[in-house]
């Protein structure tokens, strides 16, 4: 294989074009598109078409290993902690904690905390009810609680492991699980808080809507006590994060610190987390116990083949040396972690989802990581964490959460534009800054 860099530069562009077009105007699935940019881009630069097949396989295999189970275990915890209430429990507990003058906060912050384990457009769906009844009963404009719970729920969505842009990122680039949790545990508090500011800010002008009070059924499900509703999600992050401080050559050559930090690997702490979800509740029927589950593998699977078919597309950029033609054509090197940011960023903003975004863009900056001087170990980190910031502007309406907001919360989409987007590029923002920060600690 003998090819120009332009041609090369041509068949990157097509494949994204593929993936943008097809995910945009035709609606056609992730995997699919992502899977046909894979064959646009190696033919372009003419990889025989039995060895494009085998990049593609391997591409697909290797990030499956490293995330699968990851994957299917942070979805079942998901669910569990819905189907058990524990995500209400928290959402009243803080409530409680911060006060009712200050429900915009509570949601906010519950809508983080939740976010951990729980997907963002499920987590907004489980806790509209809580925030429409919050907005009627206290008076805050509807567009103020909806924005900061929304924006409570995407802040940790889009940094944070098992999300899945998040760890197919790390995967892809080889980022330590551990510590982008905990970085990105910090980094995602100041994103938080600008989102608040924003809907409180830009909320304030929106009185106007009329909040439509859902019919109330009661539960009368035995919610778990708080320690039960907390647990599945605070203690997968305490074993994973000192797992990751304290794992080193002397550890791993002493048999029982070696076996006790292996709780911290990210599949057996979120084992853990699910065990615990599970504890949070007496009396499991078989037949709801079977459905649970089954809810949890189908939700995963279709995040795992667009990740899967994202590390083939990685695999494919990687066996054409596009890596090192850009290294010598341009100076990466003083652009450190706002490459990363630009590629997802416009990604994100030109198709719609953020997974779809980092992924995407994650298997363009693998290979050019040295370039960029970002191959260390924690620049592999800066890498992911600036994706994350990038794949959070510009939700619009071309994003399905977007619209998970708009409809649930009964806003219109002038107004989910005027709060919630903007809010969206000031967390991209924020979030760039704060790694950047990040990046002199680490240097």
């Known amino acids: 294989m ?3 860099f332009l041609q090369e530069l041509i068949a990157l562009f097509a494949g994204i074009a593929i993936i943008i077009l097809l995910t945009t105007k035709y609606q056609v699935h992730a995997f699919f598109a992502l899977l046909i940019a ?24 290797n990030i499956m290993k490293s995330l699968g189970l990851i994957i299917v275990l942070g979805t079942t915890l998901g669910v569990l902690l819905e189907h058990t209430g524990s995500t209400r429990v928290m959402a009243n507990y803080i409530l409680k904690k911060v006060g009712e003058k200050n429900a915009a906060f509570a949601l906010s912050l519950t809508g983080f905390i939740v976010g951990l384990p729980v997907f963002c457009d499920s987590g907004f769906v489980v806790l509209n009810g809580l925030n429409k009844s919050l907005a009627k009963k206290t008076g805050i404009s509807i567009a103020i609680m909806s924005v900061s719970l929304a924006t409570g729920l995407y802040s940790v969505h889009c940094l944070i492991p098992p999300h899945p842009g998040a760890a197919a990122a790390a995967g892809t680039i080889g980022a330590d699980y551990g510590k982008l949790i905990l970085y990105g545990i910090i980094i995602a508090i100041p994103a938080m808080l600008v989102g608040h500011w924003w809907a409180v800010y830009a909320g304030k002008k929106i009185t106007h809507i009329e909040v439509e009070q859902e019919e109330v059924i009661e539960d009368t499900t035995a919610h778990p006590s708080v320690l039960k509703a907390f647990l599945p ?3 997968p992050i305490l074993l994973i994060a000192i797992r990751s401080f304290f794992i080193n050559d002397d550890a791993a050559k002493n048999g029982w610190l070696n076996n006790l930090l292996s709780l911290g690997e990210p599949v057996i702490a979120l084992s853990v987390g699910v065990l615990l979800a599970f504890a949070a509740k007496t009396n499991w029927k078989k037949k709801t116990v079977s459905h649970l589950l089954q809810d949890s593998v189908e939700k995963a699977g279709g995040i795992l083949v667009i990740i899967g078919a994202g590390g083939a597309f990685g695999a494919v950029l990687a066996a054409t040396k596009m890596g090192v033609h850009f290294s010598e054509v341009f100076a990466l090197n003083s652009l450190g972690i706002l490459f990363p940011f630009l590629v997802t960023f416009l ?11 980092i992924i995407t863009a994650a298997s363009i900056v693998q290979p050019l990581l040295p370039a960029l001087g970002l191959d260390s170990a924690n620049g592999k980190l800066l890498a992911v964490l600036s994706m994350g910031a990038g794949s959070m502007m510009i939700s619009h309406a071309n994003d399905a959460y977007f619209w998970v907001i708009t409809k649930f919360s009964g806003l219109d989409i002038k107004t989910t534009l005027k709060v919630y987007t903007v809010a969206t590029i000031f967390m991209g923002l924020t979030t760039l800054l704060m790694v950047y920060l990040l990046s002199f600690i680490l240097s």
Do not use: E, H, R
Not at 347 to 357: E, H, I
């Open 2 to 4: 003998n090819v120009s």
């Open 38 to 61: 894979c064959f646009v881009t190696g033919l372009s630069v003419q990889l025989p078409l039995g060895n494009l097949l085998g990049i593609i396989k391997d591409g697909f295999g």
């Open 233 to 235: 999600v605070i203690v």
């Open 347 to 357: 990604l994100k903003t030109a198709q719609g989802s953020s997974t779809v975004a």
